[in-house]
Each structure stands twice: as C-alpha cells, then as structure tokens.
C-alpha cells in the first residue's frame, strides 16, 4: 500500500481507530540502523511472512506476534513501523497505560473491541501496544477486588485475544521481567534491541548529520563523544550539530565542534535511568578529542 496508498484510507483508518490509538502509514517509516543479531531475525522473519504458501504445505504458519523490548529511544517503535511498512501496512499506535488508565471498569470490553475492529479491518492493520508492561503486568500477588480485579480481567481479555487475532502484532516494553508469563508465551518473538554498538553508532551519525558531508574523522569523533547513547540522543546530538551550522553563525555563537557539542551537552541529557555517555560523564577527554579533528571545510 505505501505508493499507491490511497488517499482516504488514513481518514478511514483514524475514523475506526482514532478512540484507541493512533495510526501510522507504510510511506511515514524510517529504516532503523541495527545491530547484526538485530538484522538477521528482522531478515529472517520478513523471509519467513513472504514464504506463506511453503510454510502452511507443512502445516506452518509465518510468525505474526513479536515483543520487543530496550531501553528508551533505540528504535522498538521504529523497527516495528518499519517492519509493517516493507509489509505495505498501516500500525495502531495504542499507548497502555491510557487503555488501564481511562477506561477503569471496562478496560476488558475496551480491549475487546478494539480487537474485533482490527479482525474487522481491510487494511490489514497491525497492532502496536507501547509501554505493553502497563497492560500485561504479571498477575501474581494481586487480590480480588478494585484495581486488582481489574488487573486480571485485562490479562485474561488480552490472552482471550491474542489467540484469536491473526494479524500482526507487536508489543514493546522497557521492563520484560514485568510481563505475565502467559502473555509473554502468546509472543512466538522476543526481540532485544540494545544501545548501538560503535559502528550502529557510527552509521547513526552519518545517517543524521546529512545533507552535512562531513569527514570520516569528525564522524567518528562525534560518534566516540555519544559512546552510551541511546539512538534518539545521537539523532537529538547531530540535529543540535547541524541546527548550529545554520543558525549559529547569525545568532554569534561558535561553530567549532567542541563549542557546539559542549552547547548541546548543556541542553540535554540520557533519559532517566541509563548510564551517562561519554559526552557527559568525560566531557573535558570528549572536548580535547573533538578539538582536534578536521570539521567541515
Ligand atoms: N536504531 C535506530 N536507528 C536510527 N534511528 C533510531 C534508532 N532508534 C531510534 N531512532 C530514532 O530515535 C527516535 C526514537 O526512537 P523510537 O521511538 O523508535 O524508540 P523506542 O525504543 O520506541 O523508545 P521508547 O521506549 O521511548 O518508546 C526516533 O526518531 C528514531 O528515528
Ligand atoms: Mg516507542
């Protein structure tokens, strides 16, 4: 569906969806930049959606339900859009908490109708469940009433309906240990998407300094400086870099690179609860290091 989308099928989508989540289109994804073992389940799990006819001559059916599970801003969200786009179809976004939060009491029936309108749906959509620990808490320990009851009800609609949805569906969480086993079995896919490594790091910068060229050393130094950093704190780092190359030189500032990542240093930081990179916790080293390669001509 991504080039010949048509145009009415995001209203329509957001007229069925739109109470329960948000919608997101094949032509909207960015690839994301993976690790190997990242690389190689996502390429075997497309091999294996586009092997249908072999797979159910043998009384197989391609994989369809996969939890992903990282820190903050490595890409689970990304990953599943992208994957949904190379299979040309429309993702519900469903924020957890908002499901157990607003709808208390009814969570179950909320659950339930939103997956009748997918089994309903001729998109095809996929289902994303973000921050999926909110929803699929373990239920050892809880008690029988209030919010304990509700609890249980929400995990006995969702595994009613896991079993019974046959479209794609991913779940993302920061927190597996958290999820309930049963639920955690309807998964026939665990994926871990960990901090990049250096050269995912590498390419993350390069990706996001374009349209900049800048030399192979100043990348690999801005890369070295992020050494720690969550994707979405590189993206945030380059776009910080190039924001300055535009505007520093009419607003007075330096554009040196240890001037700006210094700024950019000042003006943001890893999310709560993952360790400090390189930038930040050796900020004089990282500097020193930067002020010594070759930057843009
Ligand atoms: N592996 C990656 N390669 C390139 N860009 C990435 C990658 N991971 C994240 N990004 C960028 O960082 C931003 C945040 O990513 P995303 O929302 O996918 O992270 P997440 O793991 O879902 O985070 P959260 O746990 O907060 O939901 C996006 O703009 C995305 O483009
Ligand atoms: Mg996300």
């Known amino acids: 569906m991504a080039d010949s989308e048509p145009a009415s099928a995001r209203s329509d989508l957001e007229r069925d969806f739109g109470t329960h989540g948000e919608i997101v289109m094949p032509g909207d994804a960015q690839p994301p930049i993976l690790t190997p073992p990242v690389r190689a389940a996502l390429h075997q799990w497309l091999f294996e959606m586009n092997a249908e006819t072999e797979l159910r ?61 997918a089994r309903r749906d001729r998109y095809g959509v996929a289902l994303f469940f973000d921050e999926f620990d909110a929803l699929a808490k373990k239920r050892e320990g809880l008690g029988s009433q209030g919010a304990d009851n509700e609890r249980a009800n929400i995990t006995i609609a969702l595994l009613q309906e896991l079993d019974r949805f046959d479209g794609l569906l991913f779940a ?38 374009a349209p900049f060229e800048v030399a192979d050393d100043a990348v690999g130094a801005i890369a070295a400086a992020l050494d720690g950093a969550a994707p979405s704190l590189i993206k945030e780092g380059c776009e910080a870099i190039k924001r300055s190359m535009v505007l520093g030189p009419k607003m007075g500032l330096p554009t040196d690179l240890p001037s700006i990542m210094d700024r950019f240093a000042n003006s943001a930081s890893a999310s709560e609860g993952m360790p400090e990179p390189a930038l930040w916790s050796a900020r004089r080293s990282v500097l020193a290091d930067l002020a010594q390669v070759e930057w843009l001509a």
């Open 57 to 117: 001559a043998v009384g197989l059916k391609p994989r369809s339900r996969c939890l992903l599970s990282g820190p903050p801003g490595c890409g689970k969200t990304t990953l599943a859009h992208h994957i949904t786009a190379r299979l040309g179809v429309p993702m519900l976004v469903i924020q957890s908490h908002e499901i157990v939060g607003m709808y208390l009491g009814q969570s179950g029936s909320r659950i339930g109708k939103m997956f009748r309108q």
């Open 172 to 209: 993302a969480t920061n927190v597996t240990k958290e999820i309930d086993a049963a639920i955690w079995r309807r998964f026939q896919m665990q994926i871990e998407i960990g901090l990049p490594g250096p050269a995912e790091r590498y390419a993350i910068v390069k990706m996001y300094l």
